[in-house]
């Protein structure tokens, strides 16, 4: 049974799905720990009342941007993660939790990447600049992450169409409701082996 942990900073619909999956059993694997960014997140509400073990960064012991790394990759060994998944996490990835879990940290982007990623792209930011190129599709990206914002392999993608009176708010939801699918998919394939990271 391949263990779990998830970094989070919002709302927490993707961690949802994995946890679901993981519940009832679609998923060979556990949630051994949601870690959030954001001490008011709205995820860490969700996992609380599933019984997954929790914990923010105002908790670690230091806030200074190398420990909170340290603080990471401790919780996450602790924990003995195997897969380390992104699910609305907005901070980078330091290098002490990117040595100990290369290959084995996805992210979940809301593009068709490698358009529209980098940094300061995430979230809504990233629907609206797709709107404004006036691009036909969008998508959804399950990737690798490196130290580079959005740059690892791309391990899945699937495509929306962009209708010509979307706004970002109608994409995003159109986008989100094909992400959950995709992660939860895609970490199946990963845990029974058909995709090698
Ligand atoms: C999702 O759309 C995810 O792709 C995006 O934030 C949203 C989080 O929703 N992530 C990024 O933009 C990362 N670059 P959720 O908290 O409900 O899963």
Not at 134 to 161: P, R
Request: neutral net charge; contains cysteine; aromatic residues 4%.
């Amino acid at each position: 049974m391949k263990k779990i942990g998830i970094l989070v900073s919002g709302k927490g619909s993707n961690m949802t799905a994995i946890i679901d999956a993981c519940h009832s059993g679609y998923l060979l694997a556990e949630v051994k720990i949601v870690i959030s960014s954001n001490p008011s997140a709205k995820a860490l509400e969700i996992a609380n009342e599933k019984n997954i073990k929790t914990i923010h960064f105002n908790s670690f012991p230091s806030q200074n941007i190398n420990e909170i790394d340290v603080s990471i990759c401790k919780v996450l060994h602790d924990n003995k993660v195997d897969i380390v998944l992104l699910a609305g996490f907005m901070k980078k990835v330091g290098p002490v939790v990117l040595e100990k879990f290369e290959g084995r940290i996805l992210n979940v982007h809301p593009s068709l990447l490698p358009k529209h990623g980098g940094k300061g792209l995430y979230g809504m930011n990233v629907h609206r600049e797709v709107i404004s190129a006036g691009d036909k599709e969008s998508g959804a990206t399950i990737h690798l992450v490196n130290n580079e914002y959005d740059e690892g392999a791309i391990l899945a993608q699937k495509s929306v169409i962009v209708g010509s009176k979307e706004t970002a708010e109608s994409l995003a939801s159109k986008v989100l409701e094909i992400e959950h699918r995709l992660y939860v998919d895609t970490v199946k394939k990963i845990i029974e082996g058909s995709i090698s990271i």
